[in-house]
């Protein structure tokens, strides 16, 4: 019976086959050359596997891809990419959220505003980040920092990593609705610059409450959408089942978004994905922001509104008959 590991997805699989051959060869206390040998052999079937799978992905194994249980999250990325980080909490009328991570942060000579969504890697975190569901009080954080931001003239990073806003009973008596309105209608008049990247999913409102910027980048493998697959498929077809191929109908990988020009750039993942790699998608994020930082430094600020502006509005065609 060949293993199974809970955090390979099911494409990935035959990886670790391999995995476990290379893994066993190199844990022999009497490896010879022909060990060696093999292994490098293994290496390179690897490789070429990797590349085979991974070249070749449905807009469903990218789904999964952006939910993998290993994926770097944005507390991952703080201390790879940021030079310093001083996290502030609350949004000064209810409590703090720690679906949301937000603070005064610096890359290299660049010193920003930066809010972030932050899933749990376990189950006691996963419960207490409430699995990347931010509730009012979360996005009132987040406006708070944007307003700061605003008021000392820092630019504004944002890290998007979210299934979708919390639609509890609680999240809803404390204005879930008004709470993300408000964050839209003042990031679109925010008179600093506005970067967003989607890390991992993109999920409805609760993604777009962090994300009206100036430039919208997306992972490689990461996924930005009105609904979830799943939720798509229950509600078009009553089967959630066919959440493959309500992910293809969606259109929410980062190529096709930007074939649409519904983002601006694709940050490159390592191959395999970026969970593979941490430290090379940190470099690959790392690299992008600073670019971007860059660009949106040298444009005034009536010509980034205006630019946001245009951008807000170009979403969407029709035809009138």
């Known amino acids: 019976m060949k293993e199974f590991n809970p955090n390979y997805l099911d494409f990935e699989q ?24 093999a292994i490098i052999k293994l290496d390179k079937e690897y490789q070429e596997l990797t590349k085979k799978i991974f070249n070749n992905l449905s807009d ?26 001083n996290e502030l909490h609350g ?29 749990g890697r376990d ?4 419960v207490k980040r409430n699995f990347g569901m931010p509730k009012p009080e979360g996005y009132r954080k987040a406006l708070r920092i944007m307003k700061l931001a605003e008021k000392f003239h820092l630019p504004i990073v944002t890290f998007i990593d979210t299934p979708g806003a919390y639609p509890g009973i609680d999240a809803e008596s404390r204005n879930q609705s008004q709470a993300i309105a408000e964050n839209l209608f003042v990031m679109s ?43 798509c498929a229950s ?4 089967d959630p089942k066919k959440a493959e191929q309500a992910a293809d109908a969606l259109c929410i990988t980062a190529s096709k978004l930007l074939e649409f020009n519904l983002i601006d750039i694709i940050v490159p993942e390592p191959l395999g994905g970026a969970h593979r790699d941490h430290s090379a998608m940190s470099s690959s994020l790392k690299m992008n ?19 946001r502006k245009q951008k807000i509005e170009s979403y969407g065609k029709f035809e009138t008959s």
């Open 60 to 85: 469903w194994q990218i789904s999964q891809l952006a939910r993998h249980p290993l994926r770097p999250y944005t507390l991952d990325y703080i201390p790879n990419i940021f030079s310093s980080f």
């Open 289 to 307: 922001l600073i670019s971007l930082l860059e660009e949106l430094s040298n444009a005034s600020i009536d010509e980034l509104l205006h630019k």
């Open 189 to 231: 008049n925010l008179r600093v610059p506005v970067i967003s990247i989607i890390i991992g999913e993109g999920g409805s409102g609760g993604a777009l409450a962090i994300g009206v910027c100036d430039k919208l980048g997306m992972l490689e493998n990461s996924i930005y959408s009105v609904i979830s697959p799943e939720g």
């Open 14 to 37: 035959p990886l670790l086959e391999i995995e476990g051959k290379i893994k066993q060869l190199n844990n022999d206390p009497e490896k010879t050359a022909k060990s060696d040998a």
């Open 123 to 126: 189950a006691k975190e996963k």
């Open 235 to 238: 509600i078009l077809w009553k």
């Open 91 to 119: 949004d000064r009328m209810f409590g703090d959220d720690p679906a949301i991570v937000s603070g005064i942060a610096k890359i290299d000579n660049f010193n920003f505003m930066f809010i972030g969504h932050q899933k």
